[in-house]
Structure formats: C-alpha cells, structure tokens
C-alpha cells in the first residue's frame, strides 16, 4: 500500500520559520505536493515537488529527496493567517492519483 | 470564473437514507475525485474518475456510489449501506496523467446523520 507520515502539530511564533516533514512509502512515485486547509474550508494547493532539490514560492519552499522518500515544507516569516491543516500527498502508480498524509496541524502564536 | 462547486454546503440525513451530494466543475478538467475528511484521518478517497462514463474505486468505496455522465459532474450517493457516514466529504478536479500536479477543490459537503 502507499502512506504518508508527518507530524500531527506544530506550534511556532509569529515571525519564526517552520518546517512540516513528510516521509513516504509509494510504489511508482512520480511527485509530492503540499496543500493548505484553513478550518471547514477547501484544500488549496502551495507547492509540487517532481525532481530532487528546492522549490521556492514566495515565503513558501518545498523540498524533495527522493532517495530519502523525504520531503518537507518550509514555511518562512510566519503569519498568524498560516495557522492552518497543511497536507503532503504523493502522486504515484499509473493514474497519478493523489494520497494525502493525515495533516499536520501549525497553530501560530503571537 | 472556473471553479468548482459543491452542493450543499451542509446535510442532514436520517439513518437509512440515501442522499446525494453534488459536485460540479468548470475548468475542463477530465480527471475528478470524491474524498471523505474525517478529524485526524486526512483525506481518503473515495472514488475517482478519469474519464466521462467511467469511475474507479478509491480505498473506502463501500456504501458509497457515484456517475460521471457528464465531464463537468461527478455526483456521490452515500447509501444506507454506509456504516458511519458523518464527514466532511471533498470533490476535486484535476488534468490526467502527468499533467497532474494541482487538484482543485470544492468548499466541501458536511453530512451529518440525525
């Protein structure tokens, strides 16, 4: 079967830097993207990951070792409106169909 | 504006009813999916479909059913058969294959059962 695992919360500061990690195990993984979901709303994508390295969207950045089946979220002077559910899901197998991990919960304090 | 959209926004269902939640696209996407959201479960899914007139079970398909007659709708009908249907059930949207890199969602159904 495939699964994600990353942590259930994370608490920080407003102003600091988090990261989110997000390790899987999939048969025929093409990519790992990340989504954010604010309380009772939509899933709304930040970021895709296919190749090895860093992509970087504003205070935003994802990373992806595919040796490692590792990737994880970086999220940059934080904001008490990024306190949010934020999910990795694994696109693989021939449909490229998206498994989502369980969330990871990041309360922002001020 | 492209989107997509689902109906209703909440639901209230007496046990042993069937009911059906709607979901509706317009961003030419072919590829839809129906995911069920429980607190601390993340987002299983459902069923998804690649193509009008054809679907695929997801990994908690039983009591659950859907239709794609149209490339712009993809219903779910949560049947009586469905043991503990309360959930927050998403629809998605998404190009096929490797264009696949962004799915859309919808704001979401909430089913309660009464």
């Known amino acids: 079967g495939q699964s994600l695992e990353q942590p259930s919360e994370v608490t920080a500061v407003e102003g600091a830097i988090v990261q989110i990690n997000c390790t899987y195990q999939t048969s025929g993984f093409y990519g790992l993207s990340w989504y954010q979901q604010h309380d009772g709303g939509a899933p709304t994508f930040l970021s895709y990951n296919a190749l090895d390295g860093l992509e970087e969207t504003g205070r935003f950045s994802s990373f992806l070792s595919r040796s490692d089946s590792y990737g994880y979220l970086l999220l940059q002077e934080l904001q008490m409106k990024d306190s949010a559910s934020y999910f990795c899901a694994a696109l693989s197998g021939g449909s490229y169909i998206p498994t989502f991990g369980r969330g990871t919960s990041l309360i922002v304090h001020p | 504006d492209g989107g997509i959209t689902q109906s209703p926004k909440y639901l209230f269902r007496k046990e042993g009813q069937n009911v059906t939640l709607s979901c509706e696209q317009n961003?030419?996407?072919?590829?839809m999916y129906w995911y069920r959201q429980d607190p601390g479960q993340g987002l299983r899914l459902i069923y998804y479909?690649?193509?009008?007139?054809?679907?695929q079970k997801g990994d908690i398909a039983e009591g659950y059913s859907v239709s794609r007659e149209k490339k712009e709708s993809f219903p779910l009908t949560v049947t009586s058969a469905q043991k503990n249907p309360t959930a927050f059930y998403l629809c998605?949207?998404?190009?096929?294959?490797?264009?696949?890199?962004?799915?859309?969602f919808g704001q979401g159904t909430r089913l309660t059962v009464v």
């Open positions: 961003l030419n996407h072919d590829a």
């Open positions: 998605a949207s998404s190009m096929v294959g490797s264009m696949n890199t962004e799915a859309f």
């Open positions: 479909s690649q193509i009008v007139n054809d679907f």
